[in-house]
């Protein structure tokens, strides 16, 4: 496996894209120890200060339709949440689509963008970014109830490059399976780790909000929700509100 790593970097994404772009090959890790234009989804921020966290982009090369992609960013949910646990002994969640909690707060957060040509994928880049070693006051004061770091929730320092190794075992793993078998055993892995099925969630989508119980996800990793009226909706991205 390509691994390229940076001191600084404006977004380990911006840097994958462009490998993917001059042909890099499949499994090709870009890691950064600080990125000053770090982006989450939605648009957001993704705050990457330097040597406190695992900052870094995988990209791939499945054969696969584009609706299927989502599927991969639940795969590296599973990967993480098993390569974290197994590193640091912590049992860590996954709120859909793609939020890792540790103790109910977000320490991971994964971003997947794709290139692809009519219904063809070309690649995907898998984002991903983990807080290991901040205190709770190095947070910008915005996110600092919701969020927390590895370090904050094991009460000790850890090195990232075991964090990272586990990850990527955990990783290479399941994405041999899903390859070969498809998403059935990550979908039950998926949700057996996630914390929001049999909950009541508000699902907000740029279409307005959807309430009901999270049922699961189906084969395209979409979230059903069934609403009071025992109606079942799929809902393929947005963000989620636990009551
Ligand atoms: C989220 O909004 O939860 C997703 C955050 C993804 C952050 C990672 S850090 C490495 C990669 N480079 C970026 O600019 N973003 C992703």
Do not use: C
């Amino acid at each position: 496996q390509n691994i390229v790593y940076y001191d600084t970097v404006d977004s380990t994404q911006k840097i994958a894209h462009e490998l993917s772009q001059k042909g890099a090959e499949e499994g090709t890790l870009v890691v950064a120890d600080e990125q000053t234009g770090g982006r989450g989804r939605m648009a957001r921020v993704w705050y990457s200060p330097k040597g406190t966290g695992i900052w870094m982009s995988i990209i791939l090369r499945p054969n696969i339709p584009l609706q299927k992609t989502p599927q991969l960013t639940l795969l590296t949910a599973v990967a993480l949440v098993e390569g974290i646990e197994e590193a640091t002994g912590l049992s860590p969640t996954i709120k859909w689509p793609n939020d890792i909690l540790i103790n109910g707060k977000k320490a991971v957060g994964i971003l997947t963008e794709l290139e692809a040509e009519a219904d063809q994928v070309h690649s995907v880049i898998i984002g991903i970014g983990i807080n290991v070693n901040q205190q709770i006051d190095e947070f910008p004061e915005a996110i600092r109830n919701t969020a927390t770091s590895i370090a904050i929730e094991k009460g000790e320092k850890i090195h990232r490059a075991l964090i990272i190794q586990k990850f990527l075992e955990r990783f290479e793993k399941w994405y041999t399976t899903y390859l070969e078998h498809g998403f059935k055993p990550i979908k039950l892995l998926w949700e057996s780790y996630s914390i929001s099925l049999n909950k009541t969630i508000h699902a907000r989508t740029l279409s307005g909000t959807v309430v009901g119980k999270a049922l699961g996800i189906n084969e395209e990793g979409a979230l059903l929700i069934e609403t009071s009226e025992g109606k079942i909706e799929k809902v393929y991205s947005a963000d989620i509100d636990i009551k």
